[in-house]
C-alpha cells in the first residue's frame, strides 16, 4: 500500500500517473534486467477554494491580496469579478494569477464587504462557479 498526499502539486491538472518498475540485481550471468508494469492513472477531484477575508496591511504576501485557489484543474477559461456593495461592478481580470489587490484605478478601495463571483473552465468544458462575499481591511 501506497499513499501519495499531492497537496504539493495543486497546479496541476489533478491527472495523477503511476507504474511499477522491477530491478532486477546481481544475475550471475551479469545480465541485469529491468520490467515495468502497466501505467494506471488517478484523477483528483477538482476544487476551488475563496478566502473570505484580506488585509493589505499584512506582512504575509498571501493575505495581502485577494485571489480564488484553483486546484487539480486544467484551466481553460477564467473570470473573477470584483462588486462593490451596490452591485457594479469594480474590477476583473481573466488570469487565473492576477490577484485583486483592494484597489480600483490604482487607489485603495474603502474598508469593508465586496461581492465576488469566480468562473473557472476546465479542458473538457466543464464550468466551476463560485459566489461569495469578502471583508477588504486596509489600510498600511
Do not use: H, M
Not at 11 to 25: L, W
Not at 31 to 56: G, K, L, M, R
Amino acid at each position: 500500500e501506497l499513499e501519495d498526499n499531492v497537496n504539493g502539486f495543486i497546479q496541476s491538472n489533478g491527472r495523477f500517473c503511476y507504474y511499477v518498475e522491477a530491478i532486477e540485481v546481481g544475475n550471475p550471468s551479469g545480465i541485469d534486467a529491468v520490467s515495468t508494469s502497466n501505467t494506471a492513472c488517478a484523477i483528483q477531484q477538482e476544487a476551488v477554494w475563496v478566502p473570505n477575508a484580506f488585509n493589505v496591511g499584512s506582512t504575509i504576501q498571501e493575505n495581502s491580496r485577494f485571489k480564488p485557489v484553483v486546484a487539480f484543474v486544467d484551466v481553460k477559461g477564467y473570470e473573477f469579478i470584483i462588486f462593490n456593495r451596490w452591485g457594479q461592478e469594480i474590477w476583473s481580470t481573466t488570469d487565473v494569477d492576477e490577484p485583486w489587490k483592494g484597489q480600483v484605478n490604482g487607489q485603495y478601495v474603502p474598508q469593508g464587504v465586496y461581492a465576488y463571483y469566480v468562473a473557472v473552465y476546465n479542458g473538457a468544458g466543464k464550468k466551476f462557479e463560485e459566489r461569495g462575499t469578502v471583508t477588504f481591511l486596509c489600510c498600511p
